[in-house]
């Protein structure tokens, strides 16, 4: 099992960056797929961006798409998502999910999600 932790959320104004970060625990955190979701007030949860276990392979939203980059440490347990040229529709509580697999294919299910982190963006 895998508890996440996500942080770097805040207000920021269109235009600008966040970095946001997830920790998680355990000692097998490479061999986890790991994702970024958001969710919207009063919309469903989407997909924003994932990457394999190695981090060579990585799926993003059309939405981000040339936007947002995830990464990953996996010395430092923790995947990572870079936002640029934020939008107020990306306005959201992101959180960050991990499956356990070494398969590369983009993920429909995850099965450890954290907490989220609250992004604001204004206009």
């Known amino acids: 099992q895998v508890q996440l932790v996500e942080s770097g959320g805040g207000l920021v104004q269109a235009g600008g960056s966040l970095k946001l970060s997830c920790a998680a625990s355990g000692r097998t955190f490479s061999s986890y797929a790991m994702g970024w979701f958001r969710q919207a007030p009063g919309k469903e949860r989407e997909f924003v961006a994932s990457?394999?276990?190695?981090?060579?392979?990585?799926y993003y939203a059309d939405s981000v798409k040339g936007r947002f980059t995830i990464s990953r440490d996996n010395a430092k347990n923790t995947v990572y998502l870079q936002m640029s040229s934020l939008k107020p529709e990306d306005t959201a509580v992101y959180s960050c999910?991990?499956?356990?697999?070494?398969?590369?294919?983009?993920?429909?299910?995850?099965?450890?999600w954290g907490q989220g982190t609250r992004v604001t963006i204004s206009s």
């Open positions: 990457i394999s276990w190695s981090g060579g392979t990585t």
């Open positions: 999910a991990a499956k356990r697999t070494y398969s590369t294919v983009l993920i429909s299910a995850f099965d450890y």
